[in-house]
């Protein structure tokens, strides 16, 4: 797995005095996260075993509020525990903080020991499982887009959000330059990151002004996912610690370009590209076809999955790198599924549809889904688009709204079938109170529009 610890490594490491914190984490709907830190002593002797949480852990929103409407857990059932247990194949060192190292939880039911099967991590294991009873592995790749802050979280929220003022003041996509400004925050990520065990590539300005893009390499799905949710955290740990803030909000800004988490993928046999075949249009085996066939397919039906937020969906305008309808192309960035690699072993689809905030297991776990129904079925693709694909009428849309979304996950018989009933009808739940939640709203257009023309 993941982690450069092992469990004897942190027993030496505890007795020279080299550690005496650990993260016990687990991964909540948001993809956040959340535990408890132990004194290591403590961890060794009993905690590596198992701890505890509420179970309300999977049932909550942004804010840790407590929605009504969930079948796994509730008031009148008393919000009782699950069960933290270690996945100490994913023990890393925490370097950007004294003394720390970390370590990854699978959360699971308390009374029967058996995995949450709402909880990110399983479900995404479930799609891998299912992948492999066909023989294959997905390889994955993430790249995380957030906006850099001069000022702090403090100061930024103590402000209402109302003074976001960028690191940088003009468009610094691969600027060398204005990236080196910025080097005080984006060196020790990437360095710290390294020597946690993330496999971090590079990092570079994006297309907006204070924009950052890091590229991790790709890695078995679980693993990219874990990868993804690691660094997410770390640079706002890192961030808060130099008296900066950063965003990974899709679209902090109505003027400005969003930002995204588009989601590379392929299959492999072993050290087999099962992507490959030199004699395949573009050199994309009939494996490759059928499985971008049922990316496409049932793209709306997992845009929830992808875009899981009210604002995940301002991000989807044309001119602005986000796709807005779903089709496929050959290294073209105006659509939703982009042909990478074309021709090479590295041949591989990149999903351009994701958002900053998706949670990472769940975006791979449905994505892995549909391609797998795309093999079963034998889905034929469709010949690639060309040109101007904003200007595609033809062309089918990406969900343009959450409410949109939420209707076509409720409905989807695919993910109710490789997920199962529960889980859907739990994130279908999630998006609804999210949804219900903007709607009590009032926004500042809304009293700048109308406050005295109305």
Not at 158 to 171: D, F, H, Q, V
Not at 364 to 388: F, S, V
Not at 397 to 409: E, G, K, Q, V
Not at 411 to 433: K, P, Q
Request: with cysteine.
């Amino acid at each position: 797995m993941s982690g450069n610890l092992s469990f004897e490594d942190v027993k030496a490491a505890a007795k020279s005095g080299d550690i005496d914190t650990v993260l016990v984490c687990c991964v909540d709907m948001q993809g956040r996260l959340m535990g408890k830190r132990f004194h290591v002593q403590n961890f060794i002797d009993s905690s590596h075993e198992e701890t505890h949480c509420c179970n309300y852990m999977l049932a909550t929103d942004l804010e840790m509020a407590t929605p009504d409407g969930y079948a796994t857990t509730s008031w009148q059932a008393g919000y009782g525990d699950y069960v933290m247990k270690p996945d100490l194949s994913t023990i890393r060192r925490v370097p950007w903080l004294e003394g720390t190292c970390m370590v990854l939880c699978d959360l699971l039911n308390h009374k029967t020991h058996e995995p949450v099967p709402q909880s990110p991590r399983q479900i995404l294991k479930v799609q891998r499982e299912r992948l492999k009873a066909l023989g294959y592995e997905a390889m994955m790749a993430t790249e995380l887009e957030f906006f850099l802050f001069e000022q702090s979280f403090r100061d930024l929220a103590k402000s209402g959000y109302r003074e976001l003022t960028p690191i940088s003041a003009y468009n610094e996509d691969y600027h060398i330059l204005q990236t080196t400004k910025e080097e005080s925050i984006m060196r020790p990520v990437r360095n710290h990151l390294f020597a946690a065990g993330i496999p971090i590539e590079n990092s570079k300005g994006e297309a907006e002004t204070g924009q950052e893009e890091l590229n991790i390499r790709y890695a078995e799905a679980l693993d990219c996912a874990d990868h993804h949710t690691i660094a997410k955290h770390a640079v706002k740990e890192i961030a808060w610690a130099h008296g900066r803030s950063v965003t990974f909000l899709p679209k902090w800004n109505a003027n400005k370009v969003g930002s995204s988490s588009h989601v590379h993928m392929s299959l492999w046999q072993g050290k087999t590209a099962a992507f490959q075949d030199p004699d395949g249009d573009h050199g994309m085996s009939e494996l490759m076809r059928q499985f971008m066939a049922g990316l496409i397919e049932y793209a709306a039906d997992y845009t929830c999955f992808l875009a899981p937020y009210v604002n995940s969906y301002k991000r989807f305008m044309k001119g602005t790198f986000a796709p807005t309808r779903i089709v496929w192309s050959v290294d073209n960035r105006t659509a939703g599924f982009r042909l990478c690699g074309e021709n090479s072993k590295g041949v591989r689809v990149e999903c351009r549809i994701g958002g900053s905030d998706m949670n990472p297991y769940l975006a791979q776990a449905a994505l892995i889904a549909a391609g797998i129904k795309g093999i079963e079925d034998k889905l034929e693709l469709a010949p690639p688009t060309g040109g101007d694909i904003y200007q595609n009428e033809a062309a089918r849309h990406i969900p343009s709204t959450l409410r949109a979304a939420t209707d076509t996950l409720r409905g989807s018989t695919m993910l109710r079938e490789a997920m199962g009933d529960d889980v859907v009808d739990h994130y279908v739940r999630c998006a609804e109170w999210e949804q219900d939640e903007f709607d009590k709203a009032v926004t500042d257009w809304e009293i700048a529009r109308g406050f005295e023309r109305a």
